[in-house]
């Protein structure tokens, strides 16, 4: 895999499971993958949200836990009046952490939005997205 042509795999044509909790599962944990392997850490919150995702993908939460605590994320946000700010680092990460835990088993239709901001979240970070987008293509099927 030394030269990908990085445009022929997109997020729009990511082949997902029929079964709407199956491709969310399946999308929550490849972020997880990522956000672990970019060793990005959560700092001022409770309830991390890297282990609510994984704690989700792993069944021992309802995605309705996650949801709730990405509230505390957009409050983070409102607090700092930052809704057009995508300098400030503790914004960004807020930024991935709603990434993680606002997602919906009844409307997986915005997935594919999810997984865009979540890589142009990374971008605003400054992370070398080569890694990612490897991570990408072996992890999800495409058309």
């Not at 956000?35 to 309705?64: H, M, T």
């Not at 983070?76 to 300098?87: E, N, W, Y």
């Amino acid at each position: 895999m030394n030269s990908i042509d990085f445009k022929r795999y997109n997020v729009g044509s990511i082949i997902r499971p029929a079964d709407n909790f199956d491709a969310l599962k399946q999308q929550i944990g490849f972020l997880v993958k990522v956000v672990d392997a970019l060793d990005i850490k959560f700092s001022d919150c409770e309830n991390d949200p890297l282990r609510l995702a994984k704690d989700y993908v792993d069944g021992r939460i309802p995605i309705e836990t996650c949801k709730a605590e990405a509230a505390f994320w957009w409050a983070k946000l409102d607090g700092k009046g930052a809704i057009r700010d995508f300098q400030d680092r503790d914004v960004l990460l807020a930024r991935l952490a709603i990434c993680l835990l606002s997602n919906d088993e009844d409307d997986v239709s915005v997935m594919g939005d999810n997984l865009s901001w979540f890589f142009e979240m990374l971008g605003f970070l400054k992370v070398d997205m080569t890694m990612p987008m490897r991570m990408m293509i072996e992890y999800f099927e495409f058309k």
